[in-house]
């Protein structure tokens, strides 16, 4: 079974090893066929140093604590 990778912003770096990353998904609405935009945030081993505000692809990889599934995989933007 493959690894998921997504994509998302850097929301939060207050924890040591860890930052949040927010993912957006765009969807349009069943009924009324709007496109409507909604984001989770997931806790992330930060290996590479991301910063508040940066860009970044995250990659799945065994739990590493309660919260942590992913970890950073490469940095996009700063």
Sequence with gaps: ???KNLI???VSDKMEK???VEVERDFHH??????LTRGKGYKVANLLGAKVG???RIEEC?????GK??????????
């Design 69 to 78: 599934r992913f970890q950073v995989v490469e940095i996009l933007a700063e």
């Design 18 to 20: 860890t930052v949040v």
């Design 62 to 66: 065994r739990p590493l604590s309660k």
């Design 54 to 56: 940066d860009r970044v």
């Design 8 to 10: 998302g912003t850097v």
């Design 30 to 35: 069943p009924r009324y066929q709007k496109k």
């Design 1 to 3: 079974m493959s690894k």
